[in-house]
């Protein structure tokens, strides 16, 4: 079975902290995504990855960055973390290099509250 | 603009009813769609996938139906069970590479 974790369940940081979340998949999946879930908006995709070293932004990028120096771990970063940015992170991966977009299996998934 | 949505957006059910979700998309060029099952707590888990030629699918008490000509699918449960409270989530996706666009959701309860 595909297996995804997340580094953290819950998460509390204060405002302006540096917050790393860490993702790790043991299936050797080439892509990797970062979502952020809010209450009525559904999962927004934040940066993703095709491959390592390799990253793109989804559609809500801003304040955020990502790292992939292995195919295994996908890090998202909070430079410096604010109250809108508490939320629930999820973190998933796929197989790449098909035609067609393939399943994407989810991590547990991260809550974090920025006070 | 890519867009999924989906109705209602909660449903509570006596458990051993059958219920039925709705999605509507507006994503093209189509190239599948997934519902996928959020538990509480958990991140979401794939139930069925159809792609442009398929109507219906099937997974145990879980059947997906899909009308790409009016770009509407729906997820029906028979014999609903407490365990199928989470919340369902549709999910489209787009021929370019793993592009897919989610829907918000709709949380189910289930009650004795």
């Known amino acids: 079975d595909v297996k995804v974790t997340q580094s953290s369940r819950y998460l509390v940081k204060r405002t302006g902290e540096k917050v790393f979340l860490e993702c790790v998949q043991d299936?050797?999946?080439?892509?990797m995504f970062w979502y952020r879930q809010d209450p009525g908006l559904g999962l927004r995709l934040i940066y993703f990855?095709?491959?390592?070293?390799?990253?793109e932004k989804g559609d809500i990028p801003e304040g955020y960055s990502v790292s992939r120096e292995k195919k295994e771990r996908f890090s998202l970063i909070l430079e410096s973390a604010s109250t809108n940015q508490t939320s629930m992170y999820l973190c998933?991966?796929?197989?790449?290099?098909?035609?067609?977009?393939?399943?994407?299996?989810f991590g547990p998934g991260t809550r974090l509250t920025v006070t | 603009k890519n867009q999924v949505e989906q109705s209602p957006q909660s449903l509570i059910i006596l458990e051993g009813k059958n219920c039925t979700l709705q999605?509507?998309?507006?994503?093209?060029?189509?190239?599948?769609l997934r519902w996928y099952k959020q538990d509480t707590g958990r991140g979401p888990v794939s139930l069925t996938i159809?792609?442009?030629?398929?109507n219906t699918k099937s997974n145990g008490r879980y059947t997906a139906t899909l009308d790409a000509d009016t770009k509407q699918s729906s997820l029906h449960i028979t014999a609903s069970q407490l365990s199928d409270s989470a919340s369902y989530i549709c999910?489209?996706?787009?021929?370019?590479?793993?592009?897919?666009?989610f829907g918000p959701g709709t949380s189910l309860s289930v009650i004795p």
């Open positions: 998933a991966s796929s197989h790449g290099r098909r035609l067609e977009p393939s399943e994407q299996y």
């Open positions: 299936m050797d999946h080439e892509n």
């Open positions: 990855s095709y491959d390592v070293k390799m990253k």
């Open positions: 999605c509507n998309y507006t994503v093209s060029p189509f190239s599948n």
């Open positions: 159809m792609t442009f030629s398929e």
């Open positions: 999910v489209v996706s787009a021929p370019l590479r793993d592009k897919v666009i």
